[in-house]
C-alpha cells in the first residue's frame, strides 16, 4: 500500500534518480578529510535554521535591536540555546570552510576538471565571511559597534574607492540606524539567497564531476 | 546489498540505520528547543491585577461612563503604554457593573451613544444595551464584565 504509493509518487517526482546520484554515486576511497565540505553543509543548513528562528524576535533598529537581543537570551524558552547554536556555528562554520578549502587546495583537487568548482568555492567563501562581518554588527552592542566602525573603516582606506566603499557600506558618513538596516538585509537576504545559488552549483559540479582521490606518489 | 545472510543486519543497513538515528537526535535537539522557542511568548499568562480607575462619585447613574486610564505594559522587548477604558455601569449608587469596551464579535471598541441609548461597535454594526447585552448585529455574547470593587470611594477592576 504505501509501497504503492512510493512508486505512485516516483513515477511522477523521479526522486530515486536523484536520491541515487546524490547517494549511491562511486567515490574513491578517501579518507575523513573529505568530509570537511558536508561539515560546511550541515554547518550552513543550521545558521539557516537558528537564523530564521533568531528572526521571529529580533529587530533591526538602533533603540531596539540590543533589547530584542537579550530578550532572546533571557527571556524565551531556550532562546539561549537558539542564539548559542547561531553565534559559535559562525565561528565554526568559518573554521570548517577554510579547514576544507585547505585540503581541497593542499590535495590539489582544484585541478582540471575541477576548476569551476574551486572558484564557485572561493565565492562562497567571501560570503560566509560577508555572513560574519554583517552578522557581527546585528546584537547592536559594544563590541558590534565598534567593530563595524573598525571594519569600515578598513575598507575606506582602500585606495581611490575607499571612501566610495565606506560610504556604500554605512549608508552614509557614520554608523546609524541606516547600517543596522543594511547589514540586516544583506544577512538574511542578499548573503543567504547568494550561498544558496552557488551551493547548489557548487553541489551540482561535485556530484557531475565527482571527487577527487587522495594524492599518491606511485602511478595509478 | 547483503542477502546472503537472511535475518542478519547487513553492513550497510547497520550504517543507514545509525545515520537514521544520529539524523533523529539532532533533529530532535534542535527542533524540539524551538518549538518551545516558537510558542514560548504564547504561553505567558498576564498577571491579574486591580487597576484604579477613579472616584466612584464620577459615575453617572443609569448611564454607563467611560474610564480611561493609562497601564504599563511589557511586551517583548518593548516597554509601553496602554490606554485601558471601561465602562462603568451603576443602578443604585452602591453596586457598579464595569463593563469592557470591547466588541464580543471580533474585538473592535465599542462606543457608548447617548443619544441613542447604546453601545455601537463600527466593525460590523454590533449593538448592546446599557447593561451591556446584544441588541443587534453579529455579537455573540453580552460585553465582558469585569470584577469590580470600591475602597475608599475609589473604583478598581481586575484585569486578568
Known amino acids: 500500500m504505501i509501497l504503492n504509493l512510493v512508486n505512485w509518487l516516483d513515477d511522477r517526482f523521479g526522486w530515486r534518480a536523484i536520491w541515487e546520484a546524490i547517494f ?3 567515490i574513491p576511497h578517501v579518507n575523513w578529510f573529505y568530509t570537511l565540505g558536508s561539515a560546511t553543509l550541515f554547518l550552513a543548513i543550521l545558521q539557516g535554521v537558528t537564523g530564521i528562528l533568531l528572526t521571529l524576535y529580533y529587530v533591526p533598529t538602533p533603540d ?84 563595524t566602525t573598525v571594519g569600515t573603516q578598513i575598507a575606506g582606506v582602500a585606495p581611490v574607492v575607499g571612501d566610495w566603499m565606506l560610504r556604500i557600506a554605512r549608508g552614509g558618513d557614520e554608523l546609524s540606524a541606516v547600517t543596522l538596516a543594511r547589514f540586516f538585509g544583506t544577512h538574511i537576504w ?31 | 546489498m547483503d542477502k546472503s545472510q537472511e535475518g542478519k543486519m547487513g553492513r550497510r543497513d547497520f550504517m543507514k540505520a545509525v545515520i537514521a538515528a544520529i539524523s533523529g537526535v539532532i533533529g530532535a535537539a534542535i527542533g524540539l528547543p524551538a518549538i518551545a522557542y516558537v510558542v514560548g511568548p504564547a504561553l505567558q499568562k498576564e498577571t491579574d491585577e ?9 459615575v453617572e447613574m443609569n448611564i454607563p461612563t467611560l474610564f480611561k486610564t493609562v497601564i504599563e505594559k511589557q ?16 443602578t443604585n449608587s452602591r453596586d457598579f457593573v464595569a463593563m469592557s469596551n470591547i466588541c464580543t464579535h471580533l474585538g473592535c471598541k465599542v462606543r457608548w451613544i447617548p443619544d441613542q441609548d447604546g ?34 470611594g475609589i473604583l478598581f477592576v481586575k484585569r486578568g
Request: proline residues 6%; aromatic residues 16%; neutral net charge.
Open chain 1, 24 to 26: 549511491l554515486r562511486k
Open chain 1, 190 to 220: 542578499v548573503l543567504p539567497a547568494s550561498l544558496a545559488t552557488l551551493v547548489f552549483v557548487h553541489l551540482y559540479l561535485v556530484i557531475r564531476i565527482g571527487i577527487t582521490a587522495v594524492p599518491s606518489r606511485e602511478e595509478e
Open chain 2, 119 to 152: 453601545f455601537f461597535c463600527p466593525c460590523h454594526n454590533g449593538v448592546f444595551a446599557k447593561d451591556g447585552s446584544v441588541v443587534s448585529g453579529p455579537p455573540p455574547r453580552p460585553l465582558d464584565r469585569f470584577e469590580s470593587k470600591v475602597e475608599d
Open chain 1, 64 to 147: 531596539h535591536a540590543y533589547d530584542s537581543v537579550v530578550y532572546i537570551s533571557t527571556q524565551l524558552p531556550a532562546g539561549w540555546f537558539i542564539r548559542g547554536l547561531h553565534h559559535w556555528g559562525a565561528s565554526a562554520m568559518v573554521v570548517v570552510t577554510v579547514a576544507h578549502l585547505l585540503r581541497v587546495f593542499l590535495y590539489g583537487a582544484y585541478k582540471y576538471p575541477r576548476e569551476a568548482t574551486w572558484i564557485t568555492g572561493v565565492f562562497l567563501f567571501l560570503i560566509v565571511i560577508g555572513f560574519g562581518f554583517t552578522g557581527y554588527l546585528l546584537p547592536w552592542d559594544q563590541k558590534a559597534y565598534w567593530a
Open chain 2, 75 to 90: 511586551t517583548g522587548w518593548i516597554n509601553a503604554e496602554e490606554e485601558f477604558s471601561v465602562y462603568v455601569l451603576t
Open chain 2, 50 to 58: 486591580w487597576i484604579r480607575l477613579g472616584s466612584v462619585s464620577k
